[in-house]
């Protein structure tokens, strides 16, 4: 089964390249044009192409990237830091760098400080956080962005699966943590962890769910559950699940009325909600909670004892793991990582975020649609780090997308900001927004 699950993945895997390759314009228009859409899928495939590419060096890749993405929006003539036109999305980015900046002070003021060469991700990070800033006000992308950049980086990772033999693959494990997929096998790509690919597969899931139709559809789900179902991911499978349900019940709800944005007190609530669910995980937990993840977060929250209002600093988990003082997993909550680094601070900084995407202003009053990307990293972050916030690695494309999606339809409605560049829009963005 192993050896059919790789030849399904490579033939899914170039199949799909090709179909983006012949349908590139399409794929653009979901950009708001072409240069954008080569600059952020190139981006997104690249940094998860790193460890191939790079191997020990990936990191060094990566902030390379970074710079690459600045400086093409400099040459474009994106210098504009006044931010989105949205108060809510511009207070979306106000908060992301607060996070950033707070969770780094208190690295740099606790203990010894900051630990290891952690001080260059959180200039990755803030770097990142300033390219959308740049971008946010004239880069106007729809959820289909999130499908065609997902479905590139899924055909990068799984077209050398029936090249790579068991290399693309972990075996099935036993004891009290069994785990296996319908191939005899955990499919992990080029990674370390299944959990990861299935992880991208089930965003791309998502987005392809909010916004293709018929057979695009149907190639696309197929595609991604083939990979889903290759890793053996439970994790992918309850996210998915109950994003499914967000989805069914956007569609519904927007047949009877549409929504430009979601009420703020619901967004608010939903993201309160989560941050006390997680919280309650992280210290009710035992050492066997959800798959042994109650192993990270007993240490986690022993650490910060005491200091749980801050926390101690991201980097201060790299000398507990090097000293052989916390397990060699990273957080596995993207949640727990925020009260580590931050505390409860940081964690309200988290909700502020959350509360604020969740509220921005979506273009075609579809804004339950548009935002189930969203809701599905908030659910996924209680047992996965999907955002981190002090660094960049192959995830973080999806904060890039998430944050400057405005519409679920064509990106082409959107009409550029006055005084912006417009020369890589496509024509007739008045006539399209009065339409």
Do not use: Q
């Not at 300033?130 to 065609?148: E, F, G, H, N, P």
Request: proline fraction near 2%.
């Amino acid at each position: 089964m192993r050896i059919l699950f790789s030849f399904l993945l490579t033939a899914s895997g170039i199949a799909v390249a090709a179909w983006l390759a012949v349908t590139r314009r399409r794929v653009a228009a979901a950009f708001g044009g072409s240069g954008t859409a080569v600059a952020l899928v190139a981006f997104a495939v690249l940094t998860n192409a790193a460890p191939v590419l790079a191997g020990d060096r990936s990191s060094a890749l990566i902030g390379v990237l970074v710079l690459c993405l600045l400086g093409w929006l400099v040459l474009t003539g994106r210098r504009s830091v006044r931010g989105p036109a949205d108060l809510w999305r511009r207070m979306s980015l106000i908060a992301a760098g607060a996070l950033l900046a707070w969770c780094f002070a208190v690295d740099v003021l606790t203990g010894t400080g900051l630990y290891g060469s952690r001080l260059v991700a959180y200039a990755a990070s803030g770097l990142l956080l300033l390219a959308v800033l740049l971008m946010s006000r004239d880069i106007a992308l729809d959820v289909r962005a999130m499908t065609w950049t997902g479905l590139a980086v899924l055909a990068v990772m799984t077209i050398p699966a029936l090249f790579s033999g068991d290399a693309a693959w972990r075996a099935c494990t036993a004891g009290k943590l069994e785990k296996c997929s319908l191939a005899g096998g955990l499919f992990k790509s080029f990674y370390d962890s299944e959990n990861y690919i299935a992880l991208l597969a089930s965003f791309t899931l998502v987005a392809s769910l909010c916004v293709l139709r018929r057979a695009e559809l149907v190639a696309a789900a197929a595609f991604c559950l083939l990979i889903v179902v290759a890793t053996g991911s439970r994790t992918s499978y309850l996210a998915i699940a109950a994003v499914g349900a967000w989805v069914l019940g956007s569609f519904l709800l927007e047949r009877w009325r549409r929504f430009v944005r979601i009420h703020l007190a619901f967004c608010a609530a939903m993201a309160i909600a989560a941050a006390g669910f997680a919280s309650y995980l992280m210290w009710s937990a035992s050492k066997t909670t959800l798959s042994n993840r109650g192993n990270i977060w007993i240490a986690a929250r022993e650490y910060i004892e005491g200091r749980t209002a801050t926390g101690v600093g991201v980097s201060k988990w790299y000398h507990l793991r090097d000293i052989g003082e916390a397990p060699t997993h990273f957080f596995h909550s993207g949640y727990v990582l925020a009260i580590f680094s931050g505390g409860l601070v940081a964690l309200v900084i988290w909700c502020l975020w959350a509360t604020a995407l969740l509220h921005g202003k979506v273009l075609d009053g579809r804004a339950f649609t548009a935002k189930a990307p969203l809701v599905l990293l908030i659910v996924y972050s209680f047992t996965e780090v999907v955002w981190n916030p002090l660094s960049v690695d192959g995830l973080s494309w999806i904060l890039v997308v998430l944050m400057l999606t405005v519409t679920s339809s064509s990106a082409s409605a959107v009409e550029p900001a006055a005084g912006a560049p417009t020369a890589d829009r496509p024509s007739g963005l008045r006539a399209a927004l009065r339409r």
